[in-house]
């Protein structure tokens, strides 16, 4: 009965058997694709994750970065996918550049649900903080319960699928710069740092970042890596998130929904109104 053919980039119609009211029906609909991606800095093989296709060079130099691989963008000569294999991307900087940190190991193994899988040891999930503490921007609580509609209307993908989670970057004032869709949500953050970094916006400060599920740990810390002092979820968030973005000096919220939020590091970011 399987069958699949393309439709909406990023998914495929696949045939199904519609059950309904003691009724069978045959029918199609489409379906997230989630496929493998390996990225490469130079020949070595760093990281394999499993992803939703498009944007994959955004999202390899989004990991690199926020996994504290290469410490600095500007050091990136090449990133484009392989020849041979459109689920490779290799990523080459100059020789001898300084901040680039391959792992000691091939320890990389990313499912679509967790970003932190196959690291050798909790002291590795730690890694370079952007310190954000200091950063002064604020924005209205009004203007943040507007966000989550603005990123509904930007999720086609989502909205034909209804199986993937997205990112957003906003400005203080609630202007929609970038959205991302992807099966793991940490790849959909990283496809944003990449984003970011390929349009020399480095380091994100001053920006907003929602989530369309929940917030865990490993998001905060890659929003940190890139400087961004806001993160809010539109569902729940973790204990390790919130101990995470009290630290590094971030503002974390959660249950954006409505005019309700709540607010759980960082208070004072957030303009009541």
């Known amino acids: 009965m399987y069958s699949a053919r393309v439709s909406l980039p990023g998914s495929r119609e696949i045939a199904h058997l519609q059950l309904s009211d003691g009724e069978a029906h045959s029918g199609s609909a489409p379906v997230v694709v989630e496929e ?29 970065f926020t996994e504290n691989i290469i410490e600095d963008p500007g050091v990136v000569v090449t990133a484009a996918h392989c020849d041979e294999n459109q689920n490779v991307v290799e990523v080459r900087t100059e020789p001898g550049a300084k901040g680039v940190n391959p792992p000691p190991q091939r320890n990389f193994y990313a499912t679509s649900s967790c970003g932190l899988c196959g690291k050798a040891s909790i002291d590795q999930i730690v890694t370079r903080i952007t310190d954000v503490a200091q950063d002064a921007t604020r924005v209205r609580a009004s203007v943040l319960q507007t966000l989550p509609a603005e990123l509904r209307e930007a999720q086609p993908l989502f909205q034909a699928t209804g199986s993937l989670h997205a990112a957003a970057l906003f400005r203080p004032d609630g202007k929609l710069l970038c959205v991302r869709e992807d099966v793991g949500r940490h790849n959909a953050v990283d496809k944003l740092v990449g984003w970011a970094a390929l349009e020399d916006q480095f380091l994100l400060r001053g920006a907003v970042l929602l989530l369309s599920g929940r917030c865990s740990f490993e998001i905060v810390q890659k929003a940190a890596a890139a400087g961004i002092p806001i993160v809010a979820a539109i569902s729940g968030t973790s204990s390790l998130a919130a101990s995470f973005a009290e630290e590094a000096g971030q503002t974390l919220i959660a249950f954006l929904r409505g005019r309700e939020m709540k607010v759980y590091t960082a208070p004072e970011r957030i303009q009541v109104d």
Do not use: K
């Open 36 to 64: 493998p991606l390996e990225i490469r800095l130079g020949d070595r093989p760093i990281a394999v994750t499993m992803r939703t296709p498009g944007n994959d060079i955004e999202l390899a130099m989004g990991f690199l």
